[in-house]
């Protein structure tokens, strides 16, 4: 039978390996989160013919080896595969050896839950011949679908993907007090009130923050507890930025429950958790760009981790930014 992906052992070592980072030089952006996958693993001599790097002579098993495996964001997994006269085979096998050669290895236990979180995606989303599937243009939305094509499972990756939207769009809605404070207010000021030394009265809005579980609650009621439902149903990609979507909304949650009880603003901007989760999606370049804004950089940066969402689900929406 013929190997149709990397073994979970291979996924392991190349997990294990890392350090949980993109290969590519001077890249930090983490492989995954927990056991949710945020990095791509990327073939070096490519899996179909037409695909970068693409060697014909290649075995299905020397294909999806640890051999010919690295780990990238999904930025510079495009950088490669986009100039192939620049990363050659040759190069990026060097790329993979300097990166492993100085990266901290991460824990049997992680790497092991990482691979396992891996092969089952893409048991569960019915991909073949490789990290690839299928592709199904329905309604303007992209899904991916299993080989026999049942129209059934092409109409619930669609729900999924409805579904996942819609949870994004609650947690706006729950969270706007949280986006707006960040929209009109210079980290200064914010942290003047929290000292007590200004009254700004519209920080009033925030006061329900107070709360230790406030965060946990409002993502709730935005159909959070329910997303997991999805997963099964959606590329890894895509459950990825929706993870760090939420993500980005709980913890900038939690850092200001945390600056009414340290009295003094705890910025999203220094916070390594957030930085974390946005170069899981985003580019270094944008993650500095947004922090680098006093004013309305949350809202900034959720917009941008949005539309990666709906390019990723083959939707397309005008784009502000």
Known sequence: MANTGPSITDIKLLFARSGNRCAFPKCTAP????????????????????????????????????????????????????????????????????????????????????AVSFVQNVANIGQS?????????????????????????????????????RIIQNFSREFSALILIDSILVPSEIDEYFRGRDNINL???????????????????????????????????????????????????????????????????NDHGCDQLLRAVLAAQSVEQVKNLQMNGLRTAIDLLEGHFLAEAGMNRPQSQ
């Not at 199904?136 to 999924?160: D, E, F, K, M, Y």
């Not at 920080?203 to 709730?220: G, V």
């Open 31 to 114: 492989m995954a989160l927990g056991d949710t996958l945020t990095g791509e693993v990327c073939h070096i001599k490519g899996v179909r013919l037409g695909s970068a790097r693409h060697d014909p002579d290649q075995t299905p098993s020397e294909r999806h080896h640890y051999a010919n495996l690295v780990l990238m964001c999904s930025t510079h997994h495009t950088v490669i595969d986009d100039d192939e006269k620049s990363y050659t085979n040759e190069r990026l096998l060097e790329i993979k050896r300097e990166h492993e050669a100085t990266a901290t290895q991460i824990s049997d236990s992680e790497a092991s839950k990482v």
């Open 203 to 269: 920080m009033e809005i925030l006061d329900e923050y107070r709360k230790q579980m406030q965060a946990i609650h409002k993502m709730s009621q935005a159909g959070s507890d329910d997303a997991g439902n999805e997963k099964p149903f959606v590329t890894q990609r895509l459950w990825s930025i929706f993870f760090v979507i939420q993500g980005i909304y709980g913890r900038t949650a939690l850092l200001l429950t945390n600056s009414f009880k340290e009295r003094k603003f705890v910025d999203w901007r």
């Open 129 to 165: 011949g490789g990290l690839s599937a299928h592709t199904v243009n329905t309604s303007s939305i992209t899904v991916h679908s299993a080989p026999s094509g049942n129209h059934l499972v092409c109409q619930r990756q669609i729900a999924a993907i409805e579904n996942l939207w």
